[in-house]
């Protein structure tokens, strides 16, 4: 083995050797990777001169966590020393503490940048229920878990939710959570889905739903609601659209636009429709009643004409 082979040989164990004698403290977190995982415990090498420990007891608050469903051979877990020497020359380590230090930085990342996540309800609470969030429990209030009111919140107990984090103060350790910000995006975003496949200058029917001062609101169906501008409702100038419409009324709309989400629709383009129609038919009866005349005068005159 030449003098080359030899530094190179050196060098790759260089950050192994400086780290093996690296002094640990309690209360120090440390990076290391699963090699076995039993029912108890997980042992981690730390690349120091003794292996961490993390019995089963310090990885979750989560009551239903796993450690041979969750904890992998090869995993990468941070956690904290909690005794240099567990009495058999180990070092006795929590995630559960690590956890509990470095996850309000992530809830403070969720929060900052509207990340959504999924939770399964654990439990459920007066006014609300009770997930678990990266270990650390969470609760969503019943008024944050629908769009709709909920009364009853057991029947959450065990679904899993898309939520976002609404609030995360680590000096109360609050985390609170909000599956209705997330069902709410969901229902913009097909309610505009479903505005798109609406073609302008489309007639469609609909129920008035809510006269304002400034027009009529016109529900579609589907959950699509639009807008008769009051200048849009008759051809016929009014102060306000109670004087021609009712709430509950039905009428028939045309669709003007659908710009920026928006249905704007109208009835007064309907009436001047009519009156087009109704003055082409009108003009070509009248062709047709002039030429009929001039063609049975014809006939009458040819009609009793004898020729010898």
């Known amino acids: 083995m030449d003098e080359n082979t030899k530094t190179e040989t050196m060098d790759d164990f260089k950050d192994e050797l400086e780290a093996s004698f690296r002094t640990i403290h309690e209360g120090d977190i440390l990076t290391g990777t699963v090699i076995s995982v039993s029912e108890e415990e997980a042992t981690l090498d730390l690349k120091y001169y003794a292996p961490g420990i993390i019995k089963v007891s310090e990885f979750s608050n989560d009551p239903d966590f796993s450690i041979l469903e969750n904890i992998h051979v090869g995993d ?16 006795q380590l929590s995630m559960r503490e690590a956890n509990d230090m ?3 930085d992530k809830f403070k990342e969720y929060l900052d940048n509207e990340t959504t996540l999924q939770v399964k309800v654990k439990e459920s609470v007066p006014s609300g229920v009770v997930a678990y969030l990266d270990g650390i429990r969470a609760f969503i209030p019943a008024s944050q878990l629908s769009l709709n009111y909920v009364e009853d919140t057991a029947p959450y107990i065990g679904k899993e939710l898309d939520v976002r ?12 959570l909000s599956a209705k910000v997330v069902a709410k995006e969901k229902e913009i975003e097909e309610r505009n889905h479903r505005i798109s496949m609406i073609v302008p200058g489309s007639i469609m029917e609909g129920t008035v739903e809510t006269l304002m001062p400034y027009g009529a609101f016109v529900n579609l169906g589907d959950g699509l609601s639009g807008l008769v501008h009051v200048s ?4 016929r ?10 709430e509950g009324q039905k009428v028939k709309v045309k669709v003007l636009n659908t710009d920026n989400s928006k249905i704007s629709l109208s009835m007064r383009a309907l009436e001047e429709e009519m009156v087009d129609t109704s003055a082409e038919e009108a003009e070509s009866i009248s062709d047709y009643t002039s030429n009929e005349a001039a063609s049975t005068s014809l006939g009458d005159l040819l009609k009793n004409f004898k020729l010898n």
């Open 102 to 104: 470095l996850a309000w």
């Open 232 to 235: 849009q409702i008759c051809e």
């Open 165 to 176: 984090v609404i609030t995360a103060d680590p000096s109360k350790e609050k985390l609170v």
């Open 237 to 246: 100038r009014i102060g306000k659209p109670s004087e021609v419409l009712k």
């Open 76 to 91: 990468s877990l941070e956690a904290t020393v909690i005794s240099r020497d567990d009495g058999e020359g180990n070092i």
